[in-house]
């Protein structure tokens, strides 16, 4: 083929000398040896597997910015990319991708619509993938007077379509299949080059709630026989903490590792009532930024890259939803806040009993919002020495108290948490989140309730009564239970 002849950028012409291979967005993808078929549970889920869109509820920002170091002349090799999701309702997420492969002397672009939705129920996915694509070359002293661009223009574009499944068997196993540039539309200036049509199978395993395997299968087909490939990866990512995940993974050609920190997250809630109804209401809304960085080396392939490969991307949530008050009261334990109150005291004139200056007592106080406890601080000053070992062990006691209701508002997080991903149909995560707020309050009723809920709703249903026996021993009247344990 001519294009062979531009010997300034031979390296990237030899390698797509028969067919398009557009990269895929998603830093953590990337280092998870670039699966994804059955675990992007974020925004790269539109290029790798658009049916996982349905587990995206929130509006979501992913960048991916790579600068490749093939040590070639003239080469300056980048890939930049922004994919926005936003969601539609519960059961439908829809995606705008964006990205751009180039160097001094070619371009490729891509831009698509993509969309996911739950069908009959919150196991099985399907998505849908519409893309545009255009490759062209630039000008200079090598193809201003090549026959190649002199008989024919200088670039060239096509449209293709993606389509994607997804099946979640239980709450730790869930398999995905896809098809990728379905028309294998030609892209090619002068040639029947073809995008390369690929049919992924793709898997991801919990081993425990933090801990997950994946692995994809994609068979790649050029419109020359003799380059269809089978493209096999591995990876693995493991939670230390909420803010800190570490990853790794393998493929043909690359050995690859990274990690993704979340920077910042937080909530605000705020209370309003329903003009129409005059019902209370309270909206709650949610910002996330983590920033990711992968990293990746040659191993079997006869790339050299001395430094290896570094990329990094960015990923902004942004999450709204409103509830009743009642409801949210209802499911949540209540809050702790603090005021203070300082109460003196007069000394017991008894000439044999020293005065203490300054006791600090700490009483939990309900006051008539449900939702919240207060907790008063009074400060007593000149007491006797019986009174203050009398109030001592007073605050010691309520001190212990006190832990337990900070304990509950930690766990109040959890649930938070655990409800969201819940109604995501992130059932993993919900998991997860139910059982930090158990290890925070053990004697919490209301975990256990949504712990079972989880896994009645995962077809574990000898797990889900474990635990709402668990919380009838804890709370025998409590109504829900009361549903569940008909006599």
Known sequence: MKKILITTFAFFLIANLFSFNFEKAGIRNFSMGNTGIAQSFDASAAVYNPA??????????????RIYLYELENDQLSYNSVIVSVPLGTKFSSAFSSDVFQSDLYQELHLGLHAG??????????????NYFNAGFGSNIYTANDPLFVDN?????????????AYLVNNRLQFGLVG????????????????AREIG???????????????????????????DELIYSFGTEYRLSNNLALRGGLNNTDLSFGFGFLVLEKEYLQKYRDPLNNRKMVNSKSIALSVDYGFSYPVLSDMEIPYGNHFVGLELKFGSSTTDEDKLASQIPPRIQTEFIKEPMKAIETPQLAT???????????IKDTVYVVDTLRVFTGISTDEYLRKSKELDAVKLELKDYQDLNKALIHITNATKYYYQSDLVKAVAECRAAIR??????LAYI???????????????FSNWRKAKAIDPNNPELKAVFRE
């Open 52 to 65: 996982l869109l349905a587990h995206i509820k929130e509006f979501s920002l992913l960048t991916d910015n």
């Open 117 to 130: 939705t739950f069908i009959r129920g919150d196991r099985f996915k399907a998505g849908i993938g519409l």
């Open 153 to 165: 223009d200088d670039s060239s574009t096509a449209i293709d379509f993606d389509l994607g499944f």
């Open 180 to 195: 990728r540039n379905l028309l294998q539309s030609k892209l090619a200036i002068d040639s029947d080059d073809t995008l």
């Open 201 to 227: 199978f793709g898997a991801t395993f919990s081993i425990i709630p933090q801990w997950l395997i994946a692995t994809d299968l994609v068979y790649t087909s050029y419109n020359e026989e003799d380059f």
């Open 356 to 366: 203490v200056d300054t006791l600090y007592i700490e009483i939990e106080k309900i």
């Open 440 to 445: 925070l309050a053990p004697n919490m009723a």
């Open 450 to 464: 949504k712990l079972g809920s989880i896994y009645y709703r995962m077809d574990e249903k000898d797990k889900a």
